[in-house]
């Protein structure tokens, strides 16, 4: 169930409206391939602890503005905050130790890697990295207290049986359990799923979204793009609506649904008006 805690509520329901307590602020961010404008957002606030789900048809500008906030893609323009801290040239792994991670609409699992392999490559102080600590010795202490926290965030998403198994032999619904374990590696504030459900299992969907209810009871933020509005309606606290790279409609659950540009954006006609 939606945070009952969540003051959103009372807000306008106005593209851009601040929120109370905004863990992210985006401004103008602006981004174009050859003549397309991809993403063309003015302004969007994430409100701390709380699901917000991002929808909008396909081609509307999703994946790319997680893309962007999460420094995997660059934008012409524009500027955003985590926690009032700039991100904009921020490249994609520093943007997840300052605290937001991303999974990706295609799973990114590395199929010959184990899945525990696959979570230790996540690790904020993974071995690799850490020249000066392997140096006098400390790597041996990470490596060990590493393995520890991905057995464990294994053993919650119910993969940890799973542990010694070529990431390639999961299933789709496992592989994305995978994604959002191996995400929490580097204990991030704000979390981000492209499609989660996407091609899983009917069996596993409950799964998932009992995972992502969890995180935010957990005081995560989550931010979530998603097309099954059954699924958006049962578990976001807030709904954000882009079309064509612009931010056409946010609100509650229950307000996105009846809003009459949102049925356009996704339908093309007033909804009951004759074609
Ligand atoms: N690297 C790229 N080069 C050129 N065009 C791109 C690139 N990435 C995205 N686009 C275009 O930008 C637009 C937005 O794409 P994006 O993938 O962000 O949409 P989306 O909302 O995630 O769609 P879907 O629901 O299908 O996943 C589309 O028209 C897409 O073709
Ligand atoms: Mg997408």
């Known amino acids: 169930m939606p945070s009952s805690e969540a003051p959103l509520d009372d807000l306008a329901r106005t593209p851009g409206v601040p929120k109370p307590d905004p863990i992210l602020i985006v401004d103008n961010v602006q981004r174009t391939f050859g003549g397309l404008q991809a993403v063309n957002v003015q302004s969007l606030q994430i409100q701390r602890g709380t699901i917000t789900s991002l929808i909008g048809p396909n081609g509307a500008g999703k994946t790319t503005l997680f893309n962007l906030l999460t420094g995997f893609d660059r934008p012409q323009h524009g500027d955003w905050h985590l926690n009032g801290g700039a991100l904009v040239g921020i490249p994609s792994f520093r943007v997840a130790r300052r605290g937001m991670v991303r999974t990706f609409q295609l799973t990114k699992s590395l199929a010959r890697l184990t899945v525990l392999e696959n979570m230790l490559v996540a690790a904020k102080d993974q071995v690799g990295e850490s020249f000066w600590g392997g140096l006098f010795g400390r790597w041996r202490h990470i490596e060990a ?131």
């Not at 057995?151 to 049986?161: I, K, P």
């Not at 592989?175 to 959002?180: A, I, Q, V």
């Not at 374990?181 to 504030?189: C, D």
Request: no cysteine.
């Open 145 to 275: 207290a590493n393995e520890a926290k991905a057995m464990a965030s294994l053993e919650r998403f119910g993969l940890d049986h799973m542990a010694s198994h070529y990431a390639g032999s999961l299933s789709g619904g496992q592989r994305k359990l995978l994604e959002m374990a191996r995400a929490l590696m580097v204990e991030p504030e704000v979390i981000m799923l492209d499609e989660p459900m996407a091609g899983v299992n009917p069996a596993l969907t409950q799964t998932l979204l009992g995972h992502i209810s969890a995180l935010r009871d957990d005081g995560k933020t989550v931010v979530f793009i998603e097309h099954d509005m059954d699924v958006v309606q049962e578990i976001s606290d807030w709904v954000v609506v882009l079309s064509q790279g612009t931010v056409i409609a946010e609100g509650p659950p229950a307000h996105i649904a009846s809003n009459h540009d949102v049925i356009d954006a996704y339908l093309g006609l007033h909804h009951g008006e004759k074609p």
